[in-house]
């Protein structure tokens, strides 16, 4: 396994695979990875002749007050983690590398999805990771590139770049990967206290109970409310719980498969999660 550093590298490392008509995999990270990522790099093997594994905490999609300079950087580490699931090339860039010194003057904004659930309290953040992952794509042109459904919105805005600019990337959702007691997977969850780390799975068995309820005939607002209701209770201050189809539509028919959304705070961090949960007989 290689690690470049600059772009150059990179596209010296991927010289010869492109020449051999190769299929190249992407997983882009932010790195401090865990059981995640590294089922996505999984699938990418699967898929692909060479896997390329970005990391990078890209300043712009973090807003103020949020943790850019706290985000935990753990190259050497994930290298590790990396090395043992196969990953062919890192690209690990400095801030100046994959910005330079001359400002930038371009912006990329999705519209419409990226108006409300995180993008509503995450202002800029959307319009930040797609710019990131655009140049991204463009630095290691991949045939194929790997998402995580936890950020599921996420998935849904690198969708819609992908197919307004035509780039020629397949776009590869992996399930959530979840602990043993079902808290999906974050870097962030290591933010959390002992304490906390104990309360973080009311997120899910919410989310549970939830499907259940649904399944139940139980009404839909009330369904929510449960959820907001359970999540105070266990001390989360919650952000949104919203339902909207696998689309990020409005639910406007009720036998639809939906997905319920949650983001919500314990102590400072700031989790999400998400259940697909099939109404259709
Ligand atoms: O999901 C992430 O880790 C980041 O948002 C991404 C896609 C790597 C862009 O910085």
């Not at 290298?79 to 912006?107: E, W």
């Not at 930040?128 to 998402?147: D, E, R, S």
């Amino acid at each position: 396994m290689k690690t470049e550093t600059t772009i150059q590298g990179l596209s010296a490392s991927l010289q010869s695979a492109r020449a051999a008509r190769k299929t190249i995999g992407f997983v882009p990270t932010m790195g401090n990875l865990h059981q995640g990522h590294l089922n996505l790099v999984r699938e990418a093997k699967k898929l692909c002749d060479v896997v390329v594994v970005s990391i990078f905490v890209n300043p712009i999609q973090f807003g103020e007050g949020e943790d850019f300079e706290s985000y935990p950087r753990t190259l050497e580490q994930d290298s590790h983690l990396l090395a043992d699931v196969g990953c062919d090339i890192i690209f690990a860039p400095t801030v100046d590398q994959m910005y330079g010194k001359q400002p930038r003057l371009t912006n990329i904004s999705v519209g419409g999805i990226t108006q409300d659930l995180c993008g509503q309290s995450r202002p800029g953040h959307f319009d930040g990771v797609a710019v990131v992952v655009t140049k991204l794509f463009n630095i290691v042109q991949p045939h194929f590139a790997f998402f995580g459904q936890k950020d599921y919105q996420q998935l849904a805005v690198i969708r819609q770049l992908v197919k307004d600019l035509n780039m020629p990337i397949e776009i590869i959702g992996v399930p959530i990967a979840r602990d043993t007691d079902g808290l999906a997977l974050s870097s962030r969850n290591g933010y959390l206290t002992q304490e906390q780390r104990q309360t973080a799975p009311v997120i899910f068995q919410s989310l549970k109970q939830a499907e259940k309820d649904l399944h139940a005939g139980v009404a839909l607002s009330e369904v929510l409310q449960n959820i907001k209701a359970q999540l105070s209770d266990a001390g989360l201050v919650v952000d949104y719980v919203e339902a909207r189809q696998p689309d990020l539509q409005p639910i406007n028919v009720f036998d639809h498969d939906l997905v319920l959304f949650i983001a919500a705070k314990l102590g400072n961090t700031r989790l999400i999660d998400n259940l697909q949960i099939q109404l259709k007989t």
